[in-house]
């Protein structure tokens, strides 16, 4: 069931770290992203808006800097690890995707002020947040125990992760998808195993 053995969280690291190496033979600083390829592949959403749609999903693998790529990957890694071992390569990736695209649109529809000002976000936090809902709710509810303690958590999560330029749309419409989908897997999946607990007592002379 769980797709462990084809470690996806490390493939889709160094597809991260890959695509960031790009950007810096590109833009010949190793520091940051070049604007010249956020532009064409973040998510600026005036240009979505204008039929640049593929940026819905490409600003998942685009990072500003060498900190916020560090940042991410290291919560990739964790949360990553341990989607793993609940999900199938399909669902890991179903939910590393739509969470990301939940993120991205929600952004959209909220990111642009009046008067066409431009929004411009990239990373992968939001496809992140929704492995982490995911697997936080799937964790609680396949045990048939109270959700609340997860939903709280996960909330609290979210807001200490609120800051400046932190795009905390994409942020929450990562989480909420993740929340939905690792309840719905949860609710469908029936246990493939019965565990039980055998107690065996022994005589112990004093």
């Known amino acids: 069931m769980n797709c462990e053995k084809y470690r996806p969280t490390v493939i889709l690291i160094m597809l991260n770290v890959a695509i960031y190496i790009a950007g810096v033979i590109i833009g010949g600083n190793i520091l940051q992203t070049p604007n ?44 990553g690890q341990k989607a793993e071992s609940m999900f199938s390569l399909s669902e890991y990736l179903g939910i590393y ?20 000002v431009y929004f411009v976000s990239v990373g992968a936090s939001g496809a992140i947040f929704a492995l982490f809902g995911a697997y936080l709710i799937y964790d609680r509810r396949a045990v048939r125990q109270s959700i609340v303690g997860a939903l709280m958590f996960a909330f609290f999560l979210f807001i200490i992760n609120t800051g400046e330029n932190v795009n905390i749309l994409a942020h929450l419409g990562g989480l909420v998808l993740g929340l ?27």
């Not at 390829?37 to 600003?59: D, E, H, K, R, Y």
């Not at 989908?181 to 493939?192: D, M, N, V």
Request: aromatic share 18%; net charge positive; no cysteine.
């Open 180 to 206: 939905i989908l690792g309840y719905w897997i949860a609710s469908r999946r029936k246990p493939e195993q019965q565990i039980s607990w055998e107690f065996k007592y022994r005589n112990t002379p004093f």
């Open 97 to 116: 995707m739509l969470g990301g695209l939940a993120g991205n649109v929600l952004s959209l529809a909220m990111g642009v002020a009046p008067g066409g």
């Open 36 to 79: 010249s390829v956020i532009v064409v592949w973040g998510q600026v959403n005036f240009l979505v808006f204008q039929g640049a749609v593929w940026q819905l999903f490409t600003s998942m693998f685009i990072h500003a800097s060498i900190f916020h790529l560090a940042g991410n990957m290291i919560f990739l890694f964790i949360f």
